[in-house]
């Protein structure tokens, strides 16, 4: 069934849609809203670690003689000292896959910058001191810091053994998780191919760079447990992965919701230092400040590097019967997302294009390489930039114009979407995907030919596009067979005076997660969103959320708030029946106000009804939801691109943007058109500048000044439209947004580049440098 061009017709919401100020924005420019690093409490110590300056070693001793002797040391831990029992860091845990790998602190270093030992003083320069008075003796081991050389017979081992839920695995390579995933009749699809192609195509590795680096304060009760104020993108999984770290009950473990200044993925896994500080807390019984400097942040995470062989079968009328991908994910020392990464890198690819026979078959790799987490898309820009560049590389063999050859392929309504992995399977039941595609089309004039491609003298100017998809949240309809966790719930609570609580423990990066509450609340209670207030929680009193990650915090948080908030609007229509003497069934509220719906001038306000329910009902109105979504929708980005290339100097620059997205109802306009902005900027700093660099190991380029960001400056003219499209499984309609956004831009730009010099890109970044010698090749 083809996506409907004509837009949707949606019901005109009261404050969804609307432009309204954020109740956030005066607290954040101010410098009143409080960040953890902001915080500081009684008596409290700062913790700096010890750092290995080799990628792989055993330690054989660690003398602190000479630190302990510094006035202002309490306490110095070692790989000798502590508890030698692995944990999982990885969030969005499994039981039956989570993997164990790492420790509080190991005698084995696994790359350049794996904590060796850790001091808590006084004063951050105290600890500091200390830091450089520790004597390590190593005994160095070979290191391998590719994937080629880690796949190779006779590789050193960076693991001897790890967990895997609850068995011990043995390791006798360097390969922790592999899947295969297989559909449909291989033979009959390759026969009604009339080409077959095949390509290879690498993306580099990547940092997330937030402006905040990570921070934990780590707080000793009186109950022998551990309360934490850090920068996470999960309370709940913070807790999870502390408690194992610690061997202490959940319930001892106490993680408070604080804003983060930016995540993108990066806080979606439990820091090397955060049980190190939690640790250091409990043995000095006084609070612990351990604060990442940007060096140090560089190596808690990143986007991994994936190398990926495709394989295509294509019919003579250039309809795709077959899709095959080999994918490599390079994943540093230690389990970050290996499994999710493996599994998701599946499913975005499986869910590109339609096709009678698919297959995916991935698997990660150790090195003594820094470790990897999560970022914006998690792992859908890595196959996006495979795939959509081989659908221009294949249009073009065929003759096919690269828009119609998608349009012919593209997934429609009732096709299923493997949202974040294999296993989690969502039926489309919207898409504006075909529409954004002809709009975007129509405002860069793809159709001219003379707009595609021009030559300017020693210029070349050119354009490209791609599109792209994410999932809204990790549901899925068949649960029992769903290797994902899924979960959010909210607490609402009416006071005297009207006003609305709403307690969450979903973390907003900024994107503006809070305002779709505060309005979702104001559309079902029918009150003015300055009456509701967003307040963030601690594991001990909100639900269970899994925490903001897979486009997840509007669709999945959006759902429990709206629970919750119908549960407070049918509680507040039975307590003015009560007062008004109506049945519930003839009630309906309205601006404030309960009305009776035979006689408009029977009414009672929302402050008169919770001042009731609190004197003859026992307390007020309050409500708690827990909702697993039972579907992901996908959400859909579309990005076409102009850029000019200087053929004497290789340098790319984007000279305008059209982008269409598919959202669903578009819950907060300006946020959502700042979230494509922000997608665009990520994406251009993969095509043409990002990436992260070693030798022997080591992180060459980890401050701002070295790691090339995309600036404002850097961004040309976007023209941004929105599908009218409708989701009925979302809150009010929404889907999500923040990490389809940037998705495509990446493809978009090598294409456009491909296109300008004739030549495919196949390995990102576009250096200069690179460009010159294709060019000249």
């Given at each position: 069934?083809?996506?409907?061009?004509?837009?949707?017709?949606?019901?005109?919401?009261?404050?969804?849609?609307a432009?309204l100020?954020?109740?956030?924005?005066?607290?954040?420019?101010?410098g009143?809203?409080?960040?953890?690093?902001?915080?500081?409490?009684?008596?409290?110590?700062y913790?700096?670690?010890?750092?290995?300056?080799?990628?792989h070693?055993i330690?054989?001793?660690?003398d602190?003689?000479e630190?302990?002797?510094?006035?202002g040391?309490?306490?110095?831990?070692?790989?000798?000292n502590?508890?030698?029992h692995?944990?999982?860091?990885?969030?969005?845990?499994?039981?039956?896959k989570?993997?164990?790998?790492?420790?509080?602190l190991d005698?084995k270093?696994?790359f350049?910058?794996?904590?060796?030992?850790?001091?808590?003083?006084?004063?951050?320069?105290?600890?500091?001191e200390?830091i450089?008075?520790?004597?390590?003796?190593?005994e160095e081991?070979?290191?391998?810091?590719?994937i080629e050389?880690?796949?190779?017979?006779?590789?050193?081992?960076?693991?001897?053994?790890?967990?895997?839920g609850?068995?011990?695995?043995i390791?006798?390579?360097n390969?922790p998780?592999?899947?295969l995933?297989?559909?449909?009749n291989?033979?009959?699809?390759?026969n009604?191919?009339?080409?077959?192609?095949?390509?290879?195509?690498?993306?580099?590795?990547?940092?997330?760079?937030p402006?905040?680096?990570r921070?934990?304060i780590?707080?000793?009760?009186?109950?022998?447990?551990i309360?934490?104020?850090c920068?996470?993108?999960?309370?709940?999984?913070?807790?999870?992965?502390?408690?194992?770290?610690l061997?202490?009950?959940?319930?001892k473990?106490?993680?408070?919701?604080?804003?983060?200044g930016?995540?993108?993925?990066?806080?979606?896994?439990?820091?090397?230092?955060?049980p190190?500080a939690?640790y250091?807390?409990l043995?000095?019984?006084?609070?612990?400040?351990i604060?990442?400097?940007?060096?140090e942040?560089?190596?808690?995470?990143?986007?991994?590097?994936?190398k990926?062989?495709?394989?295509?079968?294509?019919?003579?009328?250039?309809i795709?019967?077959?899709?095959?991908?080999?994918?490599?994910?390079?994943?540093?020392a230690?389990?970050?997302?290996?499994?999710?990464?493996?599994?998701?890198?599946?499913?975005w690819?499986?869910?590109?294009?339609?096709?009678?026979?698919?297959r995916?078959?991935?698997?990660?790799?150790?090195?003594?390489?820094?470790?990897?987490s999560?970022?914006?898309g998690?792992?859908?820009?890595?196959?996006?930039?495979?795939?959509?560049?081989f659908?221009?590389?294949i249009a073009?063999d065929?003759?096919?114009?690269?828009?119609?050859?998608?349009?012919?392929?593209?997934?429609?309504?009732?096709?299923?979407?493997?949202?974040?992995?294999?296993?989690v399977k969502?039926?489309?039941?919207s898409?504006?995907?075909?529409?954004?595609?002809?709009?975007?089309?129509?405002?860069i004039?793809?159709?001219r030919q003379?707009?595609?491609?021009?030559?300017?003298?020693?210029k070349?100017?050119?354009?490209?596009?791609?599109?792209?998809h994410?999932?809204?949240?990790?549901?899925?309809e068949?649960?029992?067979?769903?290797?994902?966790?899924?979960?959010?719930?909210?607490?609402?609570k009416?006071?005297e005076?009207?006003?609305?609580n709403?307690?969450v423990?979903m973390?907003?990066?900024?994107?503006?997660?809070?305002?779709?509450?505060?309005?979702?609340?104001?559309?079902?209670?029918?009150?003015?969103?300055?009456?509701?207030?967003v307040?963030?929680g601690?594991?001990?009193?909100?639900?269970?959320?899994?925490?903001?990650?897979?486009?997840?915090?509007?669709?999945?948080g959006?759902l429990?708030?709206?629970?919750?908030?119908?549960?407070?609007?049918?509680m507040?229509?039975?307590?003015a029946?009560?007062?008004?003497?109506?049945r519930?069934?003839?009630l309906e509220?309205k601006?404030?106000?309960i009305y009776?719906k035979?006689?408009?001038?029977?009414?009672?306000s929302?402050?008169?009804?919770a001042?009731?329910?609190?004197?003859?009902?026992?307390g007020l109105?309050?409500a708690?939801?827990?909702?697993r979504p039972?579907?992901?929708?996908p959400?859909?980005?579309?990005?076409f691109?102009?850029v000019?290339?200087?053929?004497?100097?290789?340098?790319?620059t984007?000279?305008?943007?059209v982008?269409?997205?598919d959202?669903?109802?578009?819950?907060?306009?300006?946020?959502?058109?700042?979230?494509?902005?922000?997608g665009?900027?990520?994406?251009?700093?993969?095509?043409?500048?990002?990436?992260?660099?070693?030798?022997?190991?080591r992180?060459?380029?980890?401050?701002?000044?070295?790691y090339?960001?995309?600036?404002c400056?850097d961004?040309?003219?976007?023209?941004?439209?929105?599908?009218?499209?409708?989701?009925?499984?979302?809150?009010?309609?929404?889907?999500?947004?923040?990490e389809s956004?940037?998705?495509?831009?990446?493809?978009a730009?090598?294409?456009?580049?491909s296109?300008?010099?004739?030549?495919?890109?196949?390995?990102?970044?576009?250096?200069?440098?690179?460009?010159?010698?294709?060019?000249k090749?």
């Amino acid at each position: 069934m083809s996506a409907r061009l004509v837009p949707y017709v949606v019901k005109k919401f009261q404050y969804i849609g609307a432009d309204l100020l954020r109740a956030d924005v005066f607290p954040k420019v101010t410098g009143e809203l409080k960040y953890v690093n902001d915080l500081s409490f009684p008596f409290m110590l700062y913790g700096k670690i010890l750092r290995s300056p080799v990628p792989h070693a055993i330690i054989k001793k660690v003398d602190v003689t000479e630190a302990l002797k510094i006035n202002g040391v309490v306490a110095i831990i070692t790989p000798f000292n502590v508890p030698t029992h692995r944990f999982t860091r990885h969030f969005t845990y499994v039981p039956s896959k989570e993997i164990r790998d790492r420790k509080i602190l190991d005698v084995k270093v696994r790359f350049v910058g794996d904590p060796v030992a850790a001091v808590a003083a006084i004063e951050p320069e105290i600890a500091e001191e200390a830091i450089e008075k520790i004597h390590v003796e190593y005994e160095e081991l070979p290191a391998v810091f590719n994937i080629e050389e880690a796949l190779k017979e006779d590789a050193p081992l960076i693991h001897e053994v790890i967990e895997i839920g609850d068995k011990t695995k043995i390791m006798k390579n360097n390969i922790p998780y592999e899947e295969l995933f297989e559909e449909g009749n291989k033979e009959k699809a390759y026969n009604e191919a009339s080409k077959v192609y095949e390509d290879t195509f690498k993306t580099q590795a990547l940092n997330n760079v937030p402006i905040e680096t990570r921070c934990i304060i780590a707080i000793p009760t009186a109950e022998g447990g551990i309360e934490v104020y850090c920068t996470t993108q999960s309370i709940h999984g913070t807790r999870y992965c502390l408690a194992q770290a610690l061997r202490l009950p959940l319930s001892k473990v106490i993680v408070h919701a604080m804003p983060i200044g930016g995540g993108f993925g990066f806080k979606y896994n439990l820091g090397l230092h955060e049980p190190i500080a939690a640790y250091l807390s409990l043995i000095t019984k006084r609070p612990v400040k351990i604060v990442m400097t940007r060096e140090e942040d560089f190596m808690n995470g990143g986007r991994r590097p994936v190398k990926m062989d495709l394989k295509i079968g294509v019919s003579k009328e250039g309809i795709i019967t077959a899709m095959e991908m080999n994918a490599i994910l390079q994943s540093g020392a230690y389990d970050d997302h290996i499994v999710g990464a493996v599994s998701c890198l599946g499913g975005w690819f499986l869910s590109m294009y339609r096709a009678k026979y698919k297959r995916y078959r991935g698997f990660s790799v150790y090195t003594n390489l820094p470790v990897y987490s999560a970022m914006r898309g998690f792992l859908n820009p890595q196959q996006n930039f495979a795939v959509e560049s081989f659908m221009d590389e294949i249009a073009e063999d065929l003759g096919i114009d690269p828009l119609e050859f998608r349009l012919k392929n593209i997934p429609r309504e009732n096709d299923i979407y493997y949202a974040q992995g294999t296993t989690v399977k969502t039926k489309i039941m919207s898409t504006g995907l075909e529409y954004i595609l002809k709009e975007g089309a129509r405002r860069i004039e793809w159709y001219r030919q003379e707009k595609r491609k021009k030559i300017l003298g020693k210029k070349v100017r050119a354009v490209g596009f791609a599109y792209g998809h994410h999932a809204s949240g990790t549901g899925g309809e068949e649960v029992e067979i769903q290797d994902k966790i899924e979960g959010s719930g909210a607490i609402i609570k009416v006071n005297e005076d009207g006003s609305v609580n709403v307690i969450v423990g979903m973390i907003d990066h900024g994107g503006g997660a809070y305002e779709v509450y505060r309005k979702i609340v104001a559309e079902t209670l029918d009150i003015s969103p300055e009456k509701v207030y967003v307040k963030l929680g601690t594991t001990d009193v909100v639900p269970f959320d899994t925490g903001t990650h897979a486009c997840r915090g509007s669709f999945a948080g959006g759902l429990a708030v709206y629970e919750a908030a119908i549960q407070v609007r049918n509680m507040l229509i039975r307590e003015a029946s009560k007062i008004l003497g109506e049945r519930e069934e003839d009630l309906e509220i309205k601006d404030g106000c309960i009305y009776s719906k035979k006689d408009t001038n029977k009414k009672v306000s929302i402050e008169d009804i919770a001042i009731h329910s609190k004197m003859r009902s026992g307390g007020l109105i309050i409500a708690v939801s827990k909702v697993r979504p039972s579907a992901a929708p996908p959400n859909y980005t579309v990005c076409f691109v102009e850029v000019e290339i200087d053929l004497d100097t290789g340098t790319v620059t984007p000279i305008r943007a059209v982008i269409g997205a598919d959202v669903g109802t578009v819950i907060n306009p300006k946020e959502c058109i700042l979230q494509i902005y922000g997608g665009f900027c990520f994406g251009l700093g993969m095509a043409l500048t990002e990436e992260v660099k070693y030798s022997n190991g080591r992180i060459i380029n980890s401050t701002l000044a070295d790691y090339l960001v995309a600036r404002c400056e850097d961004i040309p003219p976007i023209d941004i439209f929105f599908a009218n499209t409708f989701e009925s499984r979302g809150p009010y309609g929404l889907k999500g947004i923040g990490e389809s956004s940037a998705n495509p831009v990446a493809s978009a730009i090598a294409n456009a580049v491909s296109r300008a010099i004739g030549i495919r890109i196949k390995e990102l970044p576009i250096t200069p440098e690179k460009l010159l010698k294709i060019i000249k090749k």
